[in-house]
Each structure stands twice: as C-alpha cells, then as structure tokens.
C-alpha cells in the first residue's frame, strides 16, 4: 500500500529471492564463490547451509544467472520425498520420458544416466540442486551419492548442490553419513549480516526499489540489528511493517516508534501462540463453525492456545449493554452451489478502471460507512484524513477470526491471478464476504476470500483523548479515565479508582480480554481498546451482521 506513497519502483522488502535485490556482503560473496568453484568441479556434492532467511535460495538463483548455457539446471524446491519419487522428479526436471510400464528406482537412474551420457556427448554438463536439503532422509541421500556414481572414463556426469539450514550438517556428521560426507568437494556456512553491514543492506534494496535518500534514518540501524539479529529475512519484515506505519501515519520517514511497533508485530507473528491462534483462525474461516466472538467459543479457543490466566473474575456485562449476538440460524447467509460457484467468480477487478486507483476507491468507500467526506484533489495520506475528522488507522495482520474479533469493515489487498489491488471488506457471514471493489458491491465466497487475501488490513476507529499505546494509561489522563468509565458500563463494576493504572483495574482488563477473546495480558492496546468501544457501546459500523455493543 505505501509503494506509490514513497514513489517507489517496486517494493524493496519482500522476501522473494529475487537476484537484483541480492546484497552482496563479504559472507555472500564467499558463499557465491564457493557455489561458482563447486560447479566448476568434476561431479561431487556442493554444500551451502546457514540459518533461516540469511540469503541462500537468493545466492543460489543469482549462481543460477551466470552459469553458462551449456549446463542444464534441475532445481528440486521440496525434497520431502521417498527416493523413488527424487528420482522420478529428477526425470521430470530434465524433461526425461518416462514408460508407463516401467517404474522404479532402476528404471529412473536408468533413464537419467541415458540422458547424462547424451548430454555430455553434445558437450553439455547437468547439476542437480536441492533447496531445504535438512528435510533429506538418509536413505535419499544414500541415492544422491550413488547418483555422484554415475560417469564416463573421464569425468564425473552430475554435480549436486544441497542448500539448508545447520541441521543438514549434523546429518552428514553422522556415522552412517561419511560415505555421502566424503562425497562433498566444497562447503561454505552463511552467517548473519554485521551491524555495518545492515545499514548497507537497508541502503541498497531502497536503492534498487528507487526510493529517495533517507526514508529509513541511519540512527534507527542499531535497533534494527539487534531486534533482527542480522538476518536478512527479518530485516526485511520488520523495515516492510515500518514503512507500512510511516505511510499510514503520513511521514517520509520512518521514526523510532514506528519502528519499535514494527519489531513488535513481526516478533508477535512468529510466537508460537500466535502460530496456533492463525491455526483458529483458518478453522474458523473453512467451517464457519461459530463467531470468534461468541464468549463460549472464545473462552475455548483462548485455553486451548494459551494456558487460562489464574484468579480472574468473570465479566458479566450490566443489563444495559446488549450480550454478544449469538451465531445465525444455520439457513442464514448460506448459499447454493451454483450462488456459490458465482461468488467465487466476484474478485475480478473491473477492466475499465485502473487499477492504480484501488487503494483510494477502497478507502473511500471505507470513509463512507462512518460520513468522512471525500477530498478528491487533495494528496493527503487515507489516515491523515481520518484523523481529521477524530478517527484513526490501525493496522494490523491476521485471519478472519481478527476480522470477527474486531468486528470493524477494513481495508484489506487482495491478489488475484498474481495481479494486487485494495477493497473494502465491510460484512462476513459463515460463507460469504461483502466487498467493495472500485466502489462497486460483491459477494464473496469466504474460501476464495482467504485464497486471496494477504492477511493486512486497515481500519479507523475513535481512539480516546490522549490514547498513544499501552504507555499512555499508565499516567492520569484522559485515557485512563476513559477506560475506567468504560469498564464500568461493561462489567457493572463502580469504579471510583484514581492515579496510574493499578492491579485491579488490570484484572478486570484480563477477564475482559480473556471473554472477548483476546490475548489476557492486562494491557490495553488498540485491539483492546477498539472491543472495549464497541462492548461499551462506542463502536463504529459492525463487520459482522447487525449485532450492537
């Protein structure tokens, strides 16, 4: 969503292992070094290991850019496989017919040495390369060695290069692994980039993506390494969430906080809470089993990924705050097989308006359900917008059982035969999505919804005065007396508190949490705060149906 914001070319984090964006740092250049002195062997096996998202599937396809034309590549991506199934994808990679009367493992090493010994007659060599190589079995890489077998009188016919993670290491330091170890001619472990070298790194995929000097400020490159520890994956993530925040907030560059908020979304993503929370949440959107709202469900869902927080009292919502809407009659929102057949058909963007204009016809369909008017001429960011008229954006990342849980139409991007765009998502049922695409109303099948949609969204809500993040309600202010006021019309409790935040009133935050299906941490972020607006009967338009407070 910011790439036309910074005026970029491209979008210069993604984690693709595109070539152009390879940053060659002194362990890179190694690494590639000893792939180009491996493959110039006689045959033999190639090793380059190193941790998750340090740059080895980028390293190989640039390998890939300069070998000469007289090699032919077979590039094996998952080798969770039997040795059968190796070979035969082996066979397939290098375009070898296969009889379908004749399978098995000497049939397919038949078949590949026939075609090694025509190609080398024709002047042509063959590698073989396999990424996640950690996930070989033993008996595969057996085969792989009996494969380095294969030759003429005077040369070695297949050169195998095997790309994983440290794992792979101690798999060839096994006893019964010497045979395949003494088989490898070159090794090379990648290591995570230094400190210098992340500045660097920043600097030229911004630089490849066209962007102007000083989007990400060099002061901001210590905190960077260390949340990032130097991995270029991680690197990657975290700066992608960072300019995602300066844009939604209207900066040209991005600041301190917006980067510490960015470290925190990427390490809340990768806990393994949270892992088993997306888990939920695509059960939810297959089945349509119930509501992430529904207090029972909620409760269910939050023991079963995260152990119940002891000594917290229920919270029983006064009279004049309606209960959560139970889940609609099983005949409500479905649909027909052949209806949904046609909804599945609705994610076409329309092919007389450009599609450049997504992001901003989402967003003004967005500013309708809650009367902001729309400012046609003006440059000024969706967000910035908002905040003039008392709202502001959140954004965050998710499945549909976010969506339920916040229960607020957003601004979501979709990608559909590999092209992207921005809609507005402003209803769910158990199998259909409402969407607004070019200001243009579809239904959706949810499944087609899930298959297409990247897990971001946006939305706005009414913020309390003074609300910054969870810092701000731990001082007197507007803010806290906001929360406690609103806590009162949700569990009846008086609340005559006063001064900072205090223990009581954090219990209370986490009996409410833990009901409304939330992470029962006691501290009031935007997602607590924006269900705390709507349990309060402060909430905007619902997402979900009708249902009130």
């Known amino acids: 969503m910011y790439k036309d914001y910074f005026r970029l070319s491209e979008m210069p984090f993604s984690i693709a292992p595109d070539p152009r964006f390879l940053f060659m740092s002194d362990r890179h250049r190694e690494a590639l070094a000893h792939l180009l002195y491996g493959i110039q062997g006689e045959g033999g096996i190639v ?40 070979l ?21 090493v038949d078949a590949i040495h026939a075609r090694l010994l025509a190609a080398n007659a024709h002047g042509r060599r063959a590698i073989l390369i396999i990424d996640e190589a950690q996930n070989l079995s033993p008996l595969v890489l057996e085969q792989l060695r009996l494969l380095t077998n294969l030759e003429t009188n005077t040369r070695k016919l297949l050169q195998i290069i095997l790309i994983g993670q440290p794992e792979l290491q101690d798999l060839l330091a096994q006893p019964a692994m010497r045979q395949v170890a003494q088989r490898v001619i070159a090794r090379y472990h990648l290591c995570q980039l230094r400190q210098y070298e992340v500045k660097a790194y920043v600097t030229h995929r911004l630089r490849v993506s066209g962007a102007a000097q000083g989007i990400f400020p060099e002061r901001l490159i210590k905190q960077l390494y260390r949340a990032s520890g130097g991995v270029p994956r991680l690197i990657n993530l975290i700066c992608d969430r960072a300019l995602l925040g300066a844009y ?3 900066q040209q560059e991005v600041s301190a906080p917006t980067l510490r908020q960015a470290i925190s979304e990427v390490a809340a993503a990768r806990r393994p809470q949270r892992r088993r929370w997306a888990i939920a949440a695509t059960l939810l959107a297959l089945f349509g089993l119930a509501w992430a709202s529904a207090p029972v469900l909620s409760k269910a ?70 009367g902001i ?6 440059k000024v960011p969706p967000c910035r917008r908002a905040e003039e008229y008392g709202q502001r954006c959140y954004v965050g990342r998710g499945g549909i059982a976010d969506l339920l849980l916040l229960d607020q139409p957003v601004v979501i991007r979709l990608a559909v035969d590999g092209r992207e765009y921005s809609a507005t998502l402003t209803g769910l049922d158990r199998q259909t999505a409402t969407l607004y695409i070019a200001g243009e109303e579809r239904q959706v099948a949810l499944n087609d919804l899930a298959n297409a949609w990247s897990g971001n969204f946006i939305l706005i809500w009414k913020a309390p ?5 969870q810092a701000a309600l731990s001082q007197p202010g507007p803010a806290l007396n906001w929360l406690r006021q609103a ?38 972020g935007p997602r607590t705060a924006i269900r705390i607006n709507a349990r309060s009967g402060q909430g905007g338009p619902r997402l979900a149906g009708d249902r009130k407070g």
């Open 47 to 86: 090793l380059l290991t190193g941790e998750v998202g340090t740059g080895k599937t980028t390293i190989c396809r640039s390998m890939l850019e300069q070998l000469p034309d007289n090699i032919d590549v077979a590039f094996i991506l998952n080798p969770l496989m039997s040795a059968e199934e190796l």
């Open 88 to 108: 035969e994808t082996v066979c397939e990679e290098y375009h070898i017919p296969l009889a379908t009367e004749r399978r098995g493992i000497k049939a397919f």
């Open 248 to 250: 939604v907030q209207g």
């Open 301 to 370: 869902l939050t023991a079963w990924w995260q152990p119940p927080t002891p000594m917290l009292a229920p919270v029983a919502p006064p009279a004049t705050v309606p209960p959560p809407a139970q889940p609609p009659p099983a005949a409500t929102g479905q649909l027909a097989a052949a209806e949904l057949k046609a909804a599945a058909m609705n994610l076409d963007w329309p092919s007389d308006v450009p599609r450049s204009d997504s992001e901003k016809l989402a967003f003004l369909s967005l500013f309708k359900l809650y």
């Open 373 to 378: 008017a729309p400012d046609a001429g003006s």
């Open 465 to 469: 005065p003074g609300f910054r993040d």
């Open 487 to 524: 806590m009162s019309r949700i569990d009846g409790t008086p609340d005559a508190g006063k001064g900072a935040f205090d223990a009581a009133l954090a219990r209370r935050i986490r009996a409410f949490q833990l009901a409304e299906g939330i992470q029962p941490d006691g501290f009031v």
